[in-house]
């Protein structure tokens, strides 16, 4: 087995060749593309393309995809062999627990100010209506700095979203957690970024990890919704981060800057865009980016702004970092001159969330 990596393949991926050991093939070279974050394997360059720039799979025949993730693997073969190897494939490990899935929360702070700070808080909680009522009775409650210096905007699921709206203090905004890639239409269980603007919800996140590594999602697809959402008169948090794989093989910058390219491609007007960077790796794990780590990268992403947008962007497009934030870890970061704000889950949950809102004012402090 032989690994190589192809040019035209975006960072993550991995080509493979493997020799056919057994049969009347034996000898015979299978080759495959694999994106190493979901693990899918493709057989066929166009098969990944299509992947690539649509986000789904190309319509095949049922039961080309085998257990193993593998697109259109037994294409062509059909072999009894080739079925039964399928059959008793070994399932990969799953990262998501379907059975214990988190509701999530997610409050953002945006400063208002074109020089200012930057924190975007996620709160993960078992989203009951009665448990979004209380956590909103504690922001409300909350003494934070004022909307000048730190812009807060909390983002619930969908079904929690006029809930929120309705209940939230009214220097506080409201954010959706992703959108459709397109106009609304014969999308079942998809929201169109139309329907979050006629809830008056003036924020959306998109392409946070979740929904690359177990959704698909791949950077050409977040690119396209982030500009149409945009289109649309939304305000967008567009998140980025490499895995640890990806950092341990010395590739951050280089998977930061292609999933921004993928954006930057897509989108004319930066103005309402917020970059967040969010290492896979530190996401909910406890394990926080280091304060050096964090403003390695983003300082990288201004300075590739800088280079491939122009220079007015570089400066005023707000960084924010997500992953592990906490009340103990939030001041340091905070402190970085290229860290503009957080995106905070499992820290949200508790009483350090305020603390949090209130590192906004850290760097004026200095
Ligand atoms: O997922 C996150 C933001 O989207 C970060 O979550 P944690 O703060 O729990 O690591």
Known sequence: MMSESANWLPPGWIVQDRVRTSGATAGTVDKYYIERVSGRRFRSKKEVQYYLETGTLKNKKRGTENSEGDVNAAQGSGSHSNKKASKNA???????DYLNVPDRIEWILIDAKEDAWTPFIEFKKNGTTE????IVTILN??????????????SPPFVFLSLVKGLLRPDFQVAAQNCWVRKGGAFTGEISAEMIVNLSVPWVILGHSERRSLLNESNEFVGDKVAYALSKGLKVIACIGETLEQRESGSTLAVVAAQTKAIADKVTNWANVV????P??????????????AQEVHLELRKWLHDNVSAEVAASTRIIYGGSVNGANCKELAAKPDVDGFLVGGASL?????DIIKSATVKKDD
């Open 90 to 96: 070994k399932r990969p490990e799953m990262k998501f």
């Open 131 to 134: 448990e979004v009522k209380k």
């Open 141 to 154: 409650e909350a003494e934070v700095p004022s909307e000048d210096v730190v812009e807060v905007v909390v």
């Open 275 to 278: 970059l967040a960077y969010e």
């Open 280 to 293: 896979v790796w530190a996401i909910g794990t406890g394990k926080v980016a280091t304060p050096a780590q």
């Open 350 to 354: 508790k009483p350090e969330f305020i």
